[in-house]
Every structure is written in C-alpha cells, then in structure tokens.
DNA sequence: TATTTATAGTTACAAATGAAACTTATTTCA
DNA sequence: TGAAATAAGTTTCATTTGTAACTATAAATA
C-alpha cells in the first residue's frame, strides 16, 4: 500500500537520460577517431565537414547548419584558418558577412577524415535492422521537430 | 559520371549528428526546469536522482549509476553537502568508502522537481504511438550495448 | 610483516564552453 | 538625412569540465 501512484523516476529509464548516455558515448568515440590522429577539435570538424558540403557560406549559416552558436563558429573558423584549412573572406557587398571556405588542404583533410566517421556510422547502423533504421530515422525526426517548436 | 562512389557525408542525415543535435537541445530544456527555480546544476540533479532511488551507495557506486566519472561526482557531491541536500559519511569498515544519503531537505527538493522533469518526458513521450516507443527502448538498448561493448 | 599495488576520493591546473559586452557594418524609419 | 535599432562576428571574462597528480586507506604478495 505504500508508494501508491509515485510514479518513481528511476534514471536508468528515463529517456532524457538514456539518449544523453548514449550520444556522450557516441560522440566521444566518434572525436576520438579523428582528434588522435588529426590536429583538429569536434567543433573545427563540423565546420571542416559543413563547408565542404556547402561552400561559400557565412559563418552565421554555417552555425545554423551545425546548431552551433556563433562563438563556437568564431572559434572553430580562427583555428581552422590558422592551420591553413580555410580561408575566409568578407562580402564585398555586406562586408559583416563572411564567406568560408575549405582550401585544399582543409579538402584533403576532410577527405581523410570522412571515412572514419562514415565507417563509425555504418558499424552503428549494422546494428540495427533496416526496418529499425528506419524506425529510428523516422522517431528522431519527430522528437526534433517536437523540441524545435518555439515555446511560447 | 562525377562523384561515382563518393557516398557524401552529409552532416544533416549522418546519425550522430542527429542524435546529438536532439539529446542536446532536450538536456537544455530539461536542464532549465531546475536550474532555473531551484539553486542546482544538473550533475547535483543527477546525483539527488540516484541517492532518492538507491540510498547509502558510495560516490564511486553512484558514479557508475549516472555515467558521470568520479570528478563530477565528487563536485557534485561538494555542492549538495555545502546546500544540505546530502549527508555524507564514510564507512567504518572501509575508511575510504563514502556512504550517501539524502538529507530531508534533499529529498524533499527531490519530490519537487521529480515531477516537472517527468512531465517533461511524458510530453516527449506523447509525441510517439505507444509502438514507437517500444521501438525506441529497443533501438537505444541495442545501440548503447554495442557502444559500450569493450573494443581492442 | 614489509613492500607494492590498487582503490576511493579530492585537489590543482589546463582546456573548453557560455554569456555578455563590444566593434563594425547595415537597415529602419522619424 | 541621421539617430536608433539590428545584424555578423570577435573578444573578454567567468564557469564548467577533463586530465593528471595527489592523499589516505586497504588489499595483495613476496
């Protein structure tokens, strides 16, 4: 007759707790593949792997394509730059904006690098089922959508 | 006849990247249901979580419990004692051993946000059919054994 | 038993992160 | 126009976090 309708908040099934566990995992074996080989942090990397996907674009752009707040960005920009893996101009016609992009050394780079992770990724998703895969893209796409709608 | 095999890392559908775009934006949200009214980091949160379900256990215990590595716990442990949220003492048999526990004012702050962050997962819940979230509990299990399975 | 090895927890220092203030450039609109 | 508001990016400072070294105790072993 005791804890009647407690509903125990038992943290090992609390699903907050369960997908940070997992991401921290995943992203910290994830770093791993490249910060011990390359000279380079996460954040430089998802820049490295945002521009090569799409060129010439702000670093305001960049940061709303990696969900990184512009002093990460600034950051990972300045020290990408100094190891001559980017380059950045401003616009000529808005001369607050920035245009990035990789040299080809920072191509290279990342065309060392993106096998690693894809590698990563495709021993995660061997894991699963192809109908899991789907289950788990489709679930994902709903909880982002549902937490990225404005609070009021 | 370009990029034949190329498979393009694209950040955007890369698993990963998704997960942790998710899991940071919901341990954000999370995070500010406390911080914000009550005096309390979510390590503390985290620690007053495990001591409410498992009583008397040791930092290091506790530690294995929440994935938090003993620095963490041990801060954390610091900041709930110096607020007289824990009471810690160690065991006679092994002077080394730490044995916590809440102190009342512990677990009643415990039973305060206790609800507010199951609310919250009930709302994240909500968004799913009841298929999808044995889907998902599937899906993390399988995934977090194989990560955490030790590597050579 | 004396020496070494291992364990629990803390402390100290360095690196990463986040929030706010700041600079420069552009837009708005009174 | 030109003052005020907004925007992009950087810098600064305080906080958080992570790694390594350290202390104290207990266990192993020679």
């Given at each position: 007759m005791t804890d009647h309708k407690d509903k125990m908040l038992v943290l090992e099934n609390f699903l907050p707790y369960r997908l940070s566990y997992l991401t921290n995992i995943i992203s910290h074996q994830l770093a791993r593949l490249y910060t011990t080989q390359f000279d380079i942090t996460p954040h430089e990397w998802k820049i490295l792997a945002i521009l090569n996907r799409?060129?010439?674009?702000s670093a305001a752009h960049a940061g709303e394509k990696t969900a990184m707040d512009k002093v990460a960005v600034s950051r990972a920009v300045k020290g990408l730059s100094e190891k001559n893996l980017l380059h950045k101009i401003f616009s000529?016609?808005?001369?607050?904006r920035s245009m990035l992009n990789l040299t080809g050394e920072g191509t290279k780079l990342f065309h060392k690098i993106a096998p690693l992770v894809t590698d990563y990724e495709n021993a995660l998703l061997a894991i699963l089922t192809k109908q899991e895969q789907g289950q788990l893209s489709q679930i994902l796409d709903k909880l982002t959508r549902h937490v990225t709608a404005v609070k009021p």
């Open positions: 799409y060129p010439n674009i000529p016609e808005d001369k607050r």
